[in-house]
């Protein structure tokens, strides 16, 4: 009788045992708030320093790598807690009414205001990508979907960023910011960055993050602690990683899909905690197989691009007519745009 009570799972909710998913780590909704508060007060702050030319480099590069690493640290201490989806939603609603109204705000004014509700906004930003995020990893009934939720999410963040055009929605993301950059800037995490300009009290934008990635990313956490996976490895691993994607984003100029770092750094740091059957297993190498050879389909077909577009102006320079293609030409006029992408909401990018 004794022994069969023992064994009996515990009935009481989740939430009676601690204050926390797990205890031991910091979190909670407060914590959450005082890290965007400490981010903003930064931000804000930035807007009133202008320093010489030889320390804007540096300089630029430690705030990127602030500017990356506490948003990571706020979302994973924002899951360390109890979501439900009363929360979750309460957390869009809110987060997205700060965004809008205080980015509206920060568009019809100038100086500290401007820099000031530009501030609040990231955070009103920040906190309905937790809400979703927590939405969707709350939701989850399998830890092991982590593993194809992953390789798909690399590939898929792969094809809206920089896979060439030629299917529905390739290269989405490109389009958006060749075509509507000021949306794209009024949605993305902006990294702010210091000039050798005279301070205006507002901040200049230097880079952005995506809004997907910090939605998966908190997604991500909330399942970790939900299942009580190595939250600690997972935080440890994913946030430098991350912060050394930007510093090469910066330094090299390019975008890249931020989900592939997220979701393999996610995999690797709770590897002994996934336990799938053996079709599952299968299931899922079919899946990693089909993403990986999209994605090398993806990079010749962006190589055999570069080489017909460093062909044509040969071709133009020997008299003859460039080839055509379905697409449409750009409007007399109108300078033409490089083929690299600089920018992207799905991704971590440099400098527009």
Known sequence: MVDDMEASPPTAEPEAAGSR?????PGGYGTFFAALALLAAVRIAIGFVSLPLAAIGPTNLLLAALFVAVPVLAEFFGANSWWNWKIALLFIVAGVACQVGFGLFATTSSGAMSGVANAVAQMGLDTWCVGLGALLGASLRDKNLLIPISIFGAAYDYYLVIAPAGLPGAGLTRNIINTAPKVFNSVAAQVPTVTSHAATGKAAVGSFVGPADLVFLAAFFVVVFKFKMNARLTVSIVAPVLVLYMLAVLLLGIALPALVP??????????RHFDLKRDEWLTTLGLAVFCAAF???????????????QAEPSRQAGGQAPARSGSTPAPTGQASRPSGLRSAPGSTQGPP
């Open 21 to 25: 998913p797990d205890p031991t780590l």
């Open 262 to 271: 997220i979701g393999a750094c996610v995999v690797i740091a709770n590897w």
């Open 295 to 309: 994605i090398l389909w993806g990079m010749a077909k962006q190589r055999q691009r570069g080489q017909e577009q």
